[in-house]
């Protein structure tokens, strides 16, 4: 077991008690909670006659299944279920004494966006969500663990999850970006090499030089998409970036209270001595912008290297998996990506809607113009963001190209709205799910990549290597 | 409900394969369906795509004729990707008492074991084995027995892993945490208290 990690003294801080079951009853100290997946928790609360434990440790907001397109987001919502949806979540949040950013709200957004940015989520804190992706969080050196609604009747009524300790394992990342490769190739590579099961059963520790120099933001990338790799949770140790990204925001005290919070945070750290479960290195160094070339997120290859070939595959099971997914795409063995051409572009997404992703495709777009044939939205992580790109001039530019420029919720990830893509449309995507049907129609394709991958595949109209794009 | 009446020690039932690694949970239950505010019609959407050829008619998928079937069998990495409890309840809506795979992802095990549906694993040649039992002998009666981590068919015991909390909390009944971490509220309290991020 691992000793003198982040994760263990985060761990210990919140432990409760032990269950007879043999898990720890570990208290979550932070909840958050939108549309989809709260309903039924509180339906099961209401059966009980429970209240809500730790209110003021839950926020809220609407995100899934909202509308992106400005006029729709006017009430009631034309879709009926996603209006009693909406309906459900605000009776419950006001009955309950929960905070929510609703529509109206300048802070709305998606859970994983608006979190970080408001300084809800720090660092020593462990945050639940009903959501896969609340591994995002670790990126400030917490516990981040996504749960499923009868957890969330747990967090709601006890505050806490009955849960496991998990193994840490190291993920060392050495040496240096290069020009257009950024940190959502970081992690594409991580669970290319590891394996979309690879973590379960383990938290993932990032380190080294390649994180250590990522900014908050790229951080919670890599943190974003650790559920991806079958880790539920994956963090990044606390430091000046950390400490620097949280000063002033909303959430987090100022003056004497933060420079006692950051003492205390630089105890959090993994010891220099801590133990790991086990350690794994991946290369920074002559990383190339990665893209997926089948329907898990561990078809990965490099932009200009070979769909790998089913009749290479040894096992069995892998090799139909491959074959499957070579139907699917649609996609050759032996060639690479570039060149795959794509019908939608689409920004956004809990892994890449913030600042630093719009601006990061802003500066490919800035005087070209979207392909023809190609549909491009641009779908804000938050209105905070949105409101930031728009100060910057940020929408501009993307407009002048031909995108679609919209409010913030998860869109075209899940296709929960009315974002979605047609029957065989290929889709470069920002997000972090390939999945058959993820985006919408089942016969609809997806490719994952970085913002600036994006918003060339846009202007091409297929696949290219972002480092050929002169800007 | 007591906790004699929330155990599972054992399930009984017909078996249904389901082939192939990495089945995600969009998979199992396609977004558009969670746009509901209740479980309660999980189960009619369970599979929804993967049982529909592109024309939208019905294919040979196993959900689609082996309705009543209680014990499923996976392979490797089910239930991986989005942790929507909706996934397990239409399952368990459907019919199913009990999951038995190569490799669960975690949060898909974990909404499992707080339903109280039990999800076993054991190896590749084992669970491929039952795969083709249950497929030439659909009407076969199969046992997995909790307490004693077997599945029994009438040609064979075969033993499976689970994990320790889980087998406990379905053996003895107390998979529903909530009437038991709440007992804890004082304790919890403190814990708050003590953190430096909390206003207590």
């Known amino acids: ?471 | 409900m007591t906790v004699e009446d929330l155990a599972v020690r054992r399930v009984t039932g017909t078996g249904v394969a389901v082939r192939g690694n990495d089945v995600d949970t969009d998979q199992v239950m396609p977004a558009r369906f969670m746009k509901e505010v209740s479980f309660e019609n999980m189960g009619e959407y369970v599979f929804h795509d993967a049982r529909r050829d592109a024309d939208g008619e019905l294919n040979d998928h196993p959900f689609n004729s082996r309705k009543g079937a209680s014990i499923v069998i996976v392979n490797k990495n089910f239930g991986s990707g989005s942790s929507r409890e909706h996934a397990p309840q239409g399952l368990m809506r459907w019919g199913i008492e009990a999951v038995v795979g190569e490799s669960f992802a975690e949060i898909f095990a974990d909404n499992c074991t707080a339903m109280g549906l039990p999800a076993v694993t054991a190896d590749q040649q084992t669970i491929e084995g039952l795969q083709t039992f249950v497929e030439e002998h659909p009407d076969a009666g199969l046992e997995l027995d909790v307490e004693q981590a077997r599945i029994i068919t009438p040609e064979a015991e075969v033993p499976v892993d689970i994990d320790p909390a889980a087998q406990e909390a379905l053996t003895e009944g107390i998979w529903d945490t909530t009437a038991i971490m709440r007992a804890n509220l004082g304790e919890t309290e403190a814990v708050a208290a003590a953190l430096p991020y909390t206003d207590r």
């Open chain 1, 1 to 471: 077991m691992s000793e003198r990690t982040l994760y263990d003294k985060v761990w210990a801080r919140h432990k409760v008690a032990d269950l007879p079951t043999g898990e720890d009853q570990l208290f979550i100290g932070l909840h958050l909670m939108h549309e989809v997946t709260s309903p039924q928790a509180f339906a099961m609360l209401r059966e009980r006659g429970l209240e809500v434990a730790f209110p003021d440790r839950t926020f809220a907001t609407t995100d899934h299944i909202v509308p992106t397109e400005p006029k729709a987001r006017e009430r009631p919502l034309a879709d009926e279920q996603a209006e009693t949806m909406l309906q459900a979540l605000e009776t419950n949040v006001e009955s309950n004494d929960i905070t929510f950013y609703g529509l109206d709200s300048e802070y709305q957004g998606i859970t994983h966006v608006i979190a970080p940015e408001l300084g809800l989520s720090q660092p020593g804190m462990t945050v639940a969500c009903g959501d896969s992706h609340t591994a995002t969080h670790g990126a400030f050196g917490s516990i981040g663990i996504g749960i499923g609604t009868s957890q969330i009747r747990d967090v709601l009524a006890t505050g806490c999850v009955a849960t496991e300790k998990q193994r840490v394992r190291r993920v060392e990342v050495t040496g240096e970006l290069g020009a257009g490769v950024y940190a959502k190739d970081i992690i594409l590579q991580i669970i290319r090499t590891l394996g979309v099961d690879g973590g379960v059963g383990h938290v993932y520790e990032y380190g080294g030089p390649a994180i250590e120099a990522l900014d908050m933001e790229g951080r919670l990338a890599v943190c974003n998409m650790s559920i991806e790799g079958g880790a539920r949770a994956g963090y990044v140790n606390p430091d000046a970036t950390t400490y620097d990204y949280l000063a002033g925001r909303p959430f987090v005290p100022g003056g004497d209270a933060f420079d006692a919070l950051v003492e205390d945070w630089e105890t959090l750290r993994s010891d220099t001595d801590a133990v790991y479960d086990d350690t794994v290195t991946v290369e920074a160094d002559d990383l190339a912008p990665q893209v997926t070339w089948g329907i898990n997120p561990g078809q990965v290859v490099a932009v200009d290297e070979p769909v790998p070939a089913p009749a290479d595959i040894t096992d069995p099971t892998a090799r139909t998996a491959a074959e499957k997914a070579i139907d699917h795409m649609d996609v050759t063995p032996g060639e690479p990506m570039l060149g795959y051409p794509v019908d939608v572009a689409f920004l956004g997404t809990c892994t890449n809607g913030r600042l630093s992703d719009f601006r990061e495709a802003a500066a490919i777009l800035e005087g070209a113009s979207v392909a023809p044939d190609v549909w491009a939205v641009a779908v804000p992580g938050s209105e905070q963001v949105r409101a930031a790109c728009e100060a910057e001039g940020i929408d501009e530019v993307f407009l002048d190209a031909g995108f679609e420029w919209r409010q913030a919720g998860c869109s075209m990830c899940i296709a929960m709205n009315q974002d979605a893509l047609g029957p065989g449309e290929v889709c470069a995507s920002s997000s972090n799910r390939n999945f058959i049907g993820r985006q919408g129609d089942k016969a609809g394709r997806t490719v994952l990549m970085s913002p600036a991958m994006v918003a060339a595949a846009a202007v091409a109209g297929e696949i290219v290597d972002v480092r050929e794009v002169t800007t």
